[in-house]
């Protein structure tokens, strides 16, 4: 069964640093770009950063450039974001996931996302 | 960067209703667009890609079309687990930016 798992999400105080990671089963993950997108409670979704299968190219959206960077490690099939300098509205389900290029760059995979809170 | 604007915001049905949700892109995505579906504490499932078509083991009441910059989404039928929020989300360049989201609910 093709699947994304991610881990390392929880409290942080603002300022503060965390890294999440997504592990990939089930399928040739360095054959994939890979995304992370987020949901802030009772909130839309929020697509936030991209990598390619290889390592680039490396998108970011305005609200995060600078502060999370994705990337990746292909022998251990896992992707991370790297988040620095964490403010209140980064609190959020994060989700990674799949990127199918045979499917106009949709994301058909999905992980069942890990919760990131930025409080005092 | 390209906005998309999702409507309605909400809508409410009936099981057996035929519903549509519209999504307009701020600029022309060619067939780049593809829809979600999210139900409440669950990451969002892909249910149509290129605007109109359908993943694997996806129901064929769910349909898509469009080009360009309108787009609809169609559920023919309403099942009770089709109840849930819809997004639109153009890959046609970079920020890939999703629509609001249409909550869908029962009548």
């Known amino acids: 069964e093709e699947q994304l798992v991610e881990s390392g999400g929880g409290l942080v105080q603002p300022g503060g640093s965390l890294r999440l990671s997504c592990a990939a089963s089930g399928f040739t993950f360095s054959l994939y770009d890979m995304t992370w997108v987020r ?22 959206a305005d609200s995060v450039k ?10 251990k099939s896992s992707m991370y974001l790297h988040m620095n300098s964490l403010r209140v509205e980064d609190s959020a389900v994060y ?26 | 960067d390209i906005q998309m604007t999702q409507s309605p915001s909400s809508v409410s049905a009936s099981v057996g209703d ?3 949700i519209t999504c307009r892109a701020s600029q ?3 067939t780049w667009l593809a829809w979600y579906q999210q139900k409440p504490g669950k990451a969002p499932k892909l249910l149509i890609y290129g605007a109109s078509s359908l993943p694997s083991g996806v129901p064929s009441r769910f349909s898509g079309s469009g080009s360009g910059t309108d787009f609809t ?35």
């Open chain 2, 73 to 107: 989404f169609t559920i023919s039928s309403l099942q009770p687990e089709d109840f849930a929020t819809y997004y639109c989300q153009h890959t046609k360049s970079f920020p890939f930016t999703f629509g609001q989201g249409t909550k869908l609910q029962i009548k």
């Open chain 1, 66 to 75: 600078g502060r999370l960077t994705i990337s990746r490690d292909n022998a």
């Open chain 2, 28 to 30: 022309g995505i060619s």
């Open chain 2, 18 to 20: 035929r519903v549509t």
């Open chain 1, 95 to 120: 989700f990674c996931a799949r990127v199918e290029s045979g499917k106009y760059d949709a994301f058909d995979i999905w992980g069942q996302g890990t919760m990131v809170t930025v409080s005092s």
């Open chain 1, 39 to 60: 949901q802030a409670p009772g909130k839309g979704l929020e697509w936030i950063s991209y990598i390619g299968n290889s390592g680039d190219p490396l998108h970011h």
